[in-house]
C-alpha cells in the first residue's frame, strides 16, 4: 500500500506560481499528476517514469514542470504563470504500471490539494 500526501496548494492570483508536493510512503515506479475543476472530468496533467521521463499536456506544456526527488520519495509540480482555468482540486498519483497511470486509473491517490487562480 502506497500513501500519497500532497501540499502546497492555495490561492493565487493570474500569473502567479505555486509548487505542489506529494509525499510517498515508499517508492512507486510511475507517479502523476491531476486535476479536475468543478464540473468537469478529472484529467491528467503530467507523468514521470522511473528513468525521470516527463511528460505533460499541451495546456500546461511551458508553465508546469513535474520532477521528483527520489532520495526523499517526493513529487513535485511547480506551476508558473497560473491561469484562472488552472483553478482545480489536484491529484497526486502512483502506480507500478505506466499504463494504468496514463489512463487515468492509478492504482493509489492522494487526497488532493485545492488550487485556486483569480484573474
Known amino acids: 500500500q502506497v500513501q500519497l500526501v500532497e501540499s502546497g496548494g492555495g490561492s493565487v492570483q493570474a500569473g502567479g506560481y505555486l509548487r505542489l508536493s506529494c509525499a510517498a510512503s515508499t517508492d512507486t515506479a510511475y507517479m502523476g499528476w491531476f486535476r479536475q475543476a468543478p464540473g468537469k472530468a478529472r484529467e491528467r496533467v503530467a507523468t514521470i517514469t522511473t528513468d525521470g521521463t516527463t511528460s505533460v499536456i499541451s495546456t500546461v506544456k511551458g508553465r508546469f514542470t513535474i520532477s521528483k526527488d527520489n532520495a526523499k520519495n517526493t513529487l513535485y509540480l511547480q506551476m508558473n504563470s497560473l491561469k484562472p482555468e488552472d483553478t482545480a482540486m489536484y491529484y497526486c498519483?502512483?502506480?507500478?504500471?505506466?499504463?494504468?497511470?496514463?489512463?487515468?486509473?492509478?492504482?493509489?491517490w492522494g487526497q488532493g490539494t485545492q488550487v485556486t487562480v483569480s484573474s
Open positions: 498519483a502512483a502506480d507500478p504500471t505506466l499504463s494504468r497511470l496514463w489512463v487515468g486509473r492509478p492504482k493509489y
